[in-house]
């Protein structure tokens, strides 16, 4: 299995543009999180999809960000307007999850964005 | 509402040595998974041991072993015969075991550097 693969590995754009990221889980789990790490905050868990459906996204920080989970082999973030401060690593990881949760989280190798 | 705290911003070890990485959490229940993820230069985050609080017995992977001290909500990371690959971050996380529970609590990461 090829991992969670997600795109572009890395983002500079200006501020004011629309970002879009992308990830591909791996086939068979049905689990998706999107999750930001920046050096002051850490990892943040920014929403969390099961069998497609978005079940919290509690921790999306803005109506500037969305995603979306068109089937169970695609996942897109997106940033409309994108603004300095959401310069940041994106990662997106897939599990299997079973009635007693996920055992294991499989991450894919992010995306840097920085936006200037 | 539980936390992690990892003690050690940065912690250093000769080339083959053995090196323990310290992480505490605090919860008020009985049934949850603790995780020790990795990650390298690479950015990928990547699982190297889970430890299930119901089970006395310390997990252990090749060369990583983790010192899991439930009473004292301790659970630690050992490397044995360090090697230069094992240099990175590494992050304490936990998760409760009831099944509708998805999150996962981090720790801020240790920085391992392993001399030569």
């Known amino acids: 299995d090829a991992g969670v693969i997600q795109s572009p590995r890395h983002e500079v754009t200006e501020m004011g543009q629309e970002v879009t990221l992308r990830c591909k889980p791996i086939s068979g789990h049905n689990s998706l999180f999107w999750y930001r790490q920046t050096m002051m905050r850490g990892l943040e868990l920014l929403i969390y999809?099961?069998?497609?459906?978005?079940?919290?996204d509690s921790g999306m920080p803005e109506d500037r960000f969305s995603a979306k989970m068109p089937n169970a082999s695609f996942s897109t973030l997106k940033i409309q307007p994108s603004e300095p401060r959401d310069s940041a690593v994106y990662f997106c990881?897939?599990?299997?999850?079973?009635?007693?949760?996920?055992?294991?989280?499989?991450f894919g190798s992010g995306t840097q964005l920085s936006v200037l | 509402a539980q936390t992690v705290t990892q003690s050690q911003p940065e912690m250093s070890v000769q080339e083959a040595e053995t090196v323990t990485l310290s992480c505490t959490y605090d919860t008020s229940e009985s049934d949850y998974y603790l995780f020790w993820y990795k990650q390298p230069p690479s950015r990928q985050m990547i699982l190297v041991i889970r430890q299930e609080a119901y089970k006395q017995q310390n997990a252990t992977e090749n060369r990583f072993s983790v010192n899991f001290q439930k009473a004292a909500k301790s659970f630690s990371l050992k490397i044995s015969d360090s090697q230069l690959g094992d240099a990175a971050m590494y992050f304490c996380a936990y998760r409760s075991a009831s099944g509708s529970n998805y999150q996962l609590i981090w720790g801020a990461g240790t920085k391992l550097i392993i001399k030569p």
């Open positions: 999809f099961n069998n497609n459906v978005p079940i919290d």
């Open positions: 990881a897939s599990s299997l999850s079973t009635g007693q949760g996920f055992e294991k989280l499989f």
